[in-house]
């Protein structure tokens, strides 16, 4: 390669890295004026009853997710707390149980980073033998330098989809067996409106070579696959009648931990923005329960929330050649036959 080519394509990378950037940038831009424009509002519901109600919350001790899981246990709700460290996990709970002494909350270790991980956490939740009726994907990594995970995957493609992918359809059957007609299993995965900035090509297992590497592109793509799978899965479950339900949301522009990775020279701003205008993770945890426990939304299913109300998600979301390709590759990765192979 002659060195004007190359110098060629170290601009067109370069050029594509500012761009990942800018779009992220711009659509969390457009996502806060939005919400400062249209207040949060869950719509008031009564409840059903939560009596025997079994939830696990994936990155349920802190953020978005702690305040999911409190919320649930408040209500009488069986929770489980799925996480990396058992600290933060115990901290939580005491934190919980302060507020009501009757709660039922545990921990039960989970690093999306591994799959085996993902299936020695499915072993240890149905050893306990309990039913499972809500299964919240809420953890995420955001804007991490590149990485590769046990399983040689990039690290937000594996936890943020494909790990959960793979604790969903581990869960299945128990979740199968545990909704009803008139109260049925919730799966609710928290994605991102940030997806619009990805396309469905962006949605990689790995990379060959780093310089390609965008973690902005990374996030946004794969909040995109969550939804993807989302859809995909829906509509399968819709197939078999079974009694589980499957919902995607964005959470809002939430002040949480998420932001830790965001690069130097943009943090002073965000610092600012985020105590000024962002959510607090009490009003996003809100919006995921509304899903989890309202009855306006009991059997809805395969759709894509925002504030509450049914949403577009980009158009590429809704092709069934991409969500066919997405699952042939996630299903190849897992060494499944389909996304509905519940073992
Ligand atoms: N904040 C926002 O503005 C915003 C906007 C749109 C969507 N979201 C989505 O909301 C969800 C919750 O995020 P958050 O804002 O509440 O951020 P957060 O406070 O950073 O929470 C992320 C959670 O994920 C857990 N996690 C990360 N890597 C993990 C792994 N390998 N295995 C198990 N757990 C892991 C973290 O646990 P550790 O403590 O062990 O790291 C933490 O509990 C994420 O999916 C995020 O993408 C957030
Ligand atoms: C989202 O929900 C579907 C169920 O429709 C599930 O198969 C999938 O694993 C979930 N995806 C993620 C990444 O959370
Ligand atoms: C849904 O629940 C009802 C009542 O428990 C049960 O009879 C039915 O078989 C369930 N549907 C499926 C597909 O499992």
Same mark, same amino acid.
């Given at each position: ?60 001790? &802190?953020? #978005?997710?702690?305040? @999911? ?5 408040? !209500?009488?709700? /069986?929770?489980? =707390?799925?996480?990396? %460290? ?104 928290? &994605?991102? #409106?940030?997806?619009? @900035? ?5 949605? !990689?297992?790995? /990379?060959?070579? =780093?310089?390609?590497? %965008? ?127 519940? %073992?």
């Amino acid at each position: 390669m002659s060195e004007g080519e190359s110098l060629q394509i170290s601009f067109q990378i370069l050029f594509l890295h500012i761009w990942s950037c800018l779009k992220l940038y711009l659509i969390g831009v457009y996502a806060l004026l939005k919400e400062l424009a249209e207040k949060t509002v869950v719509p008031a519901f009564e409840e059903l009853s939560t009596d025997g109600l079994v939830a696990i919350v994936t990155g349920g001790a &802190s953020g #978005i997710g702690y305040q @999911v899981s409190r919320k649930l246990a408040l !209500k009488n709700v /069986h929770v489980f =707390i799925a996480g990396r %460290s058992k600290q933060e996990a115990d901290e939580a709970i005491a934190k919980i149980r302060a507020e009501l002494s009757t709660v039922r909350v545990q921990f039960l270790h989970l690093d999306l980073a591994s799959l085996t991980s993902v299936r020695s956490f499915v072993e240890n939740f149905l050893h306990t033998g309990l039913p499972l009726h809500i299964l919240i994907n809420n953890a995420g990594v955001m804007l991490v330098p590149y990485s590769e995970t046990e399983d040689g995957l990039e690290t937000h493609f594996q936890v943020n989809y494909l790990s959960h992918l793979y604790l969903t359809s581990l869960l299945l059957n128990k979740m199968k067996a545990s909704g009803t007609p008139d109260r049925c299993a919730h799966i609710i995965n928290v &994605s991102s #409106i940030v997806h619009w @900035v990805a396309d469905a090509t962006d949605i !990689k297992p790995s /990379h060959t070579s =780093i310089s390609s590497y %965008s973690p902005h592109s990374a996030y946004a793509s794969s909040k995109l696959a969550v939804i993807m799978s989302t859809y995909i899965l829906s509509q399968l479950l819709k197939a078999d009648n079974s009694n589980v339900t499957a919902n995607c949301l964005h959470p809002g522009v939430v002040n949480t931990n998420l932001y830790d990775n965001i690069h130097w020279s943009v943090r002073w701003v965000m610092d600012i923005m985020r105590h000024l205008f962002f959510k607090d993770a009490i009003e996003a945890a809100n919006s995921v329960v509304f899903l989890a426990l309202s009855p306006l939304v009991e059997s809805h299913t395969g759709a894509y929330y925002d504030n509450c109300k049914v949403s577009q998600s980009k158009h590429c979301t809704y092709s069934k050649t991409c969500q066919y390709n997405l699952a042939k590759m996630s299903c190849e990765l897992l060494g499944i036959q389909s996304l509905n192979q519940t %073992s």
